[in-house]
């Protein structure tokens, strides 16, 4: 690629351009409405949907917590990273090839079954200090111990401790279990109420251990194996969620999690590739009771996740019909009964 200064890439980003960057982040497109770009709010590691992208000015709006902003932005303030390792990641993501997948413009807006052949999974590179989560400490994380994932869980996820900063460090594996980067979990309720994010990339020596989530299913490495095994896979959205499987079915661990609320078609193609017969889409409640508006949007949300599985193997997804959560909570946050409940009246996509 010609060399382009930044406002010239700016200008030449297509819409379809710029929405494949935002997944790439894992955010999500949610809509367009008044030719405006709505999307998850991945800037702050956020799921509301206040995220507005501009096309005649170019610019983005966080109505949430960050303002205005560029492209470039939106990239920094995502990965934490500076503004030439943004413009570099852009550059990057311009030269993978991905066809547009929403209906904006003079885009369809059908959905067509996933073509195998036209999606490559991308062979993450593992991150060149690949044990930099043992400088931390393997003391119990108190936070998480008390929501179900017991000290055990936690080292069989190699989760560390960072006892200065007052955070868990979570290292995620690729499927041959390669360490391919670091998030970090802030518990500092005073930095959190200042709006510092819950999760963000671990940076060490001025080094950014991010990678790419929406090419990468967090727990793989764990379950992999119980997943051929059984033909099936429950997709979450947290790490935690995966924790928490794992302490109510010990060693029996078909879950991921995708980090967000995107599941790209890499993840889908991912776990396809492993010879799953069913996925089930299990995601954080966003509603208060269902039968709203709200909820049927939700609701919405998690079929055109999966329209792209059409023949290629069963589709489920889980919602709180009957009130058994709270907003925001994920299906497993609960109690095992009231997970198991959720997953026997998951609804089957037809």
Known sequence: MLKIDSQSLIDRLTIDEVINIIESL??????????????????????????????????????TNCGNMSIFDVVMKSLDISFKESFDY???????????KHGIGRRKSEYKPMCLDEIEVPKLEPVKKQFIYNIYSTSNIKEWSDENIPYEVQQKFKIRYDKLGNRAIIPHFDVD????????????EMELSKGKPKYIPLWYDDICYSHKLGSNLY?????????????????????????KYETMFPNNNISV???????????KKILLNLGVEE???CLDKEFEVYGDDESLEYEKKLIKQMNELEGLCERSYVIDKE????????????DKNTFVKLIKSRELIK
Do not use: W
């Open 177 to 188: 279990d390669k360490c391919v980067g670091v998030r970090v979990r802030n518990f500092d």
């Open 279 to 281: 996925i089930v889409l």
């Open 323 to 334: 009130g058994l959560l709270n907003k925001k909570m994920s299906p497993i946050d609960k």
């Open 26 to 63: 894992g955010g999500e497109f949610v809509k367009e409405k008044n030719n405006e770009i709505i999307f998850t709010t991945i800037c702050h590691h956020g799921h509301s949907h206040k995220l507005y992208y501009f096309p005649n000015s170019c610019r983005f709006q966080c109505f």
């Open 90 to 100: 852009i550059i990057n993501e311009l030269g993978n090839k991905s066809k547009p």
């Open 257 to 267: 999690a995708i980090c967000g609320s995107s599941f790209s078609n890499i993840h």
């Open 219 to 243: 727990g793989l490495n764990i379950s992999k194996n119980n997943i051929k095994k059984y033909k099936r896979c429950i997709v979450f959205e947290s790490e935690k969620s995966v924790m």
